[in-house]
C-alpha cells in the first residue's frame, strides 16, 4: 500500500492525450493524463467512465449540452454516450475507469492508445 502523488505522476510526461497507468482498483484502472485541444467524438459500449480535473479546465461535450469541469470536480460519462472532451488551456485529469476501456472507444484511429504504460 503505497500512496500516489499527482503532481509528481503529472511531472513525469508532457505529451496529451496519453492515458498512464497510476493504480488499480478492483477491475478498475486508475489513470492520469494530460489534455489540451479537442479530442474525438466516441462512446464506449461497455464502459462507464469518470473523469477528474485535477488542474485547468475541461468541457465535454455532448451532442445536446456541453459541460464544464474544473478543478475538484468529476464527471461520469456513461456508457454508450457520446462525448468529446476538450480542453482550451492544459488540463490534467485523473481517470477512473474499467480495465477494457480504449480511450477511443469504438473509434480505432492514431489515437488509440492500445498498449498502456504504469508509471
Not at 43 to 61: A, P, T, W, Y
Not at 95 to 109: A, Y
Request: proline share 4%; aromatic share 8%; charged share 30%.
Amino acid at each position: 500500500m503505497e500512496k500516489v502523488n499527482l503532481r509528481e505522476k503529472f511531472s513525469l510526461f508532457d505529451d496529451k492525450w496519453r492515458p498512464r497507468i497510476v493504480g488499480e482498483l478492483n477491475d478498475s484502472y486508475v489513470k492520469v493524463v494530460k489534455l489540451h485541444g479537442e479530442f474525438i467524438w466516441h462512446h464506449h459500449d461497455n464502459e462507464d467512465e469518470l473523469f477528474l480535473v485535477v488542474s485547468g479546465q475541461l468541457r465535454m461535450r455532448f451532442r445536446d449540452r456541453d459541460v464544464t469541469v474544473n478543478p475538484g470536480e468529476f464527471i461520469i460519462v456513461p456508457r454508450g454516450v457520446e462525448h468529446m472532451p476538450v480542453a482550451d488551456e492544459e488540463c490534467q485529469i485523473v481517470l477512473l475507469e474499467p480495465k477494457t476501456t480504449l480511450n477511443t472507444g469504438h473509434v480505432h484511429n492514431e489515437r488509440t492508445v492500445a498498449e498502456l504504460e504504469r508509471i
